[in-house]
């Protein structure tokens, strides 16, 4: 295989020398043997030599230059950001200074190239906007700089090798807004913190002494005969319960929906919900699946362990196979005994794969609480709104109109086996998850 041959000058001239050379030229074209245009013409052709040498003369050299790119530790998908590059000018002049950077995977460039100025003996720091594209682990690579003094002749260009890894985690911004005052106190509404009855429960919660009225199971006798009368446990309710993540990864997911594959969004409403979960002492785990179970983890409700579902998450990608279910769900129902909020994410349906999901679901309302998400193309409904006028029109409508078919009768299907469905557009999905999952609280479904 051929290395392609690459040269780098080191130094070029300006779009301004361009300009200045270019009008020297239309006017020696424009008036040929004439003298004073002829004269004028070898003046500017001399002060642009002269010129030309000043600015190699002023300089700054390289080693009076410093560029660094500033540290970044993440981003979040499709939310603006910003790069920041900071120049060390140790001269005695003004510079401009230009980066362009090495394209990454992950990233997309609203601009072309940062471009910033420094002054003399300073360090400054200019930004160029950018914008996370897909979600994982990446790296910055190399740093293409130009600088130029205030003349603008001659640009100078650097090569800065800057090697800096970075992740793109999916957008959670939802969850700040949840965190907000009056939803933490519609958190304490629904019940989600511990409640203490006397005699009931099984977490223990104090000592006291039996009154009248306190069932004789409540009784604890070691306590009692320590103290030579009849002493009561108390024991509080624990509100806490499982809830499993379980992600269709396979190719149903694969699609775009906007800016974006239906799987993103998935992750984005899934790390959500946990997060809200977890924030309420809820018990968090996640099964991710195409073919092979993908990734697993128990579940917990540390802080450590939330943190921890979003680094085996947050870069896991979608399949173009075709997803095991009965796999999926054979493994959930070895390892999951505690009845549980099941929330699987998914886009089932078509007839033929719906049967064998459907089954498997069915086994599992039995024990557990299913929530199953869909996420539907606003386009579908788009088509439907608009009134038909042309042949064209009517054919997407008859094609949306069979989509929304399929996707109400799936829906009907599952809230006949018990099992509470979410379709909405992919936009809302996180909200109406994080909804969801408050009215199952407040209602003690789990």
Known sequence: MRRRLQIRLPLWVTSRFLYILGGIAVVLASAP???????????????????????????????????????VRHFALRVGARLGYAVENRSRYDVRVGTVEAPVRTIAYDEDEAIGDAAPRSRT???????????????????????????????????????????VYPDLSAVERYGALHMRNRLIEAGLRKMRLKGAGTEFESLREYASGDEFRAIDW???????????????????QNVMIVLDCGRLMTPRLEDQRKFDFAITAALSVATIAGLANDKVGAVAFARDILAASAPRSTRASIAGLSEMLYDLEPRFEESDYAKAFAYLRD????????????????PVAQSAVLAELGTLAKRHLVVCVFMNDAAVANALAVPVTRVDGAYEAAVALGLDHERRAAAANLNARGIITIDVPARKLTTALIDQYLRVKARGLI
Do not use: C
């Not at 190699?56 to 500033?70: C, D, K, M």
């Not at 009368?229 to 624990?238: D, F, M, S």
């Not at 390892?335 to 349906?349: G, P």
């Open 33 to 71: 043997g004439f003298a004073p245009l002829l004269a004028l013409a070898a003046v500017a052709g001399v002060a642009l030599a002269v010129a030309t040498v000043a600015d190699l003369a002023i300089g700054p050299r390289r080693s009076q230059l410093t560029i660094e790119r500033e540290p």
């Open 125 to 167: 720091t200019f930004w160029r906007p950018v914008t996370p594209v897909s979600r994982g682990a990446d790296a910055f690579g190399t740093i293409y700089a130009w600088y130029e003094n205030r003349l603008g002749l001659i640009r100078r260009r650097l090569v800065v090798p800057a090697p800096m890894p970075f992740r």
């Open 222 to 240: 070691k306590a009692s005969a320590r103290r030579g009368k009849l002493i009561v446990a108390q024991h509080e309710v624990e509100r806490s």
């Open 335 to 350: 390892r999951l005994h505690k009845r549980s909020m099941i929330v699987f994410f998914t886009d089932v349906i078509d």
